[in-house]
Each structure stands twice: as C-alpha cells, then as structure tokens.
C-alpha cells in the first residue's frame, strides 16, 4: 500500500498510482543520498603556498609540518582529511588533494594547495590557477 502523498512536490505528481510511486521513492532517495555532484563541486582561483614563502615545514592547522611536496591543500572550513580532485580549467590536468590546513586568507580564492600540488597541473611562475574541485570523501 502507497503512503499518502506529503509534500508539495508529490502531491503535483500524485495524479496515478506510478507517478505517485516515483514521487515517494524521489522523496525518499533524497533524504538518504549524499549531496549531489553540482553541490559539491566549486569553481574558482586556487594558489600554492609552501615553497619560498616561509611556510615549508612550519606547523600547518591541523598541527603537522607542511610538506610541500605532499598532495595538500587549505581550506577555509572543510574537515581536515577531507579529500578532493582539483581540476585546472585551462588544461584539464587534475590531482586529488587532502585538507590538512586553513586559508587561503587573500582575496576571492577557494583554495591554497601545496607547491607540489600545484606544480601537477600549472606552472607554479604563474602564481594561481582557475580551477574546481570536487568533493571525494
């Protein structure tokens, strides 16, 4: 037996029994799925940090040394381990990255990624990047 319809969006389609089906089972799937993919992914200006700046092997938010090297990135208020797939819009080159620090704190940017990070899809000479990255776990 089908439940009575309690939303808006399910009682425009509860005109049939199929329609009034697939509107609780979109109802239902959507209290359970995790956010989508358009959610979850942002797009925008991405730096690098840890390499001539000082910040190599200093303490990072999350309390280990900053290894510049390492597939890292800042975030402004993502949970540490946190990863992500940044891609460069430019080129299509990506890197998957883990939030292990806080920032960037300059202007509109969405994300500061280690220098060796950021060497895997721009040219570090060029100091930022467009790019987007989506939310892996």
């Excluded at 942002?42 to 090297?69: I, K, L």
Aim: glycine content about 10%; aromatic content about 6%.
């Amino acid at each position: 037996m089908l439940l009575p319809c309690r939303s808006d969006i399910a009682v425009v389609l509860c005109k049939s029994k199929m329609l009034k089906a697939l509107a609780l089972t979109s109802l239902a799937l959507a209290t359970i799925l995790p956010t989508t993919v358009s959610a979850a992914t942002r797009c925008g200006t991405a730096s690098h940090y840890g390499r001539g700046d000082g910040y190599g092997w200093e303490t990072m938010a999350n309390g280990q040394p900053m290894d510049p090297g390492a597939n890292i990135t800042a975030h402004r208020s993502l949970p540490f381990g946190t990863r992500l797939r940044v891609t460069n819009q430019s080129n299509g080159k990506s890197v998957v990255v883990k939030v292990t620090d806080r920032g960037p704190f300059h202007g509109g940017r969405i994300l500061d990624l280690s220098h060796g990070s950021f060497s895997q899809i721009a040219s570090p000479s060029s100091g930022v990047a467009e790019v987007c990255y989506t939310r892996l776990s």
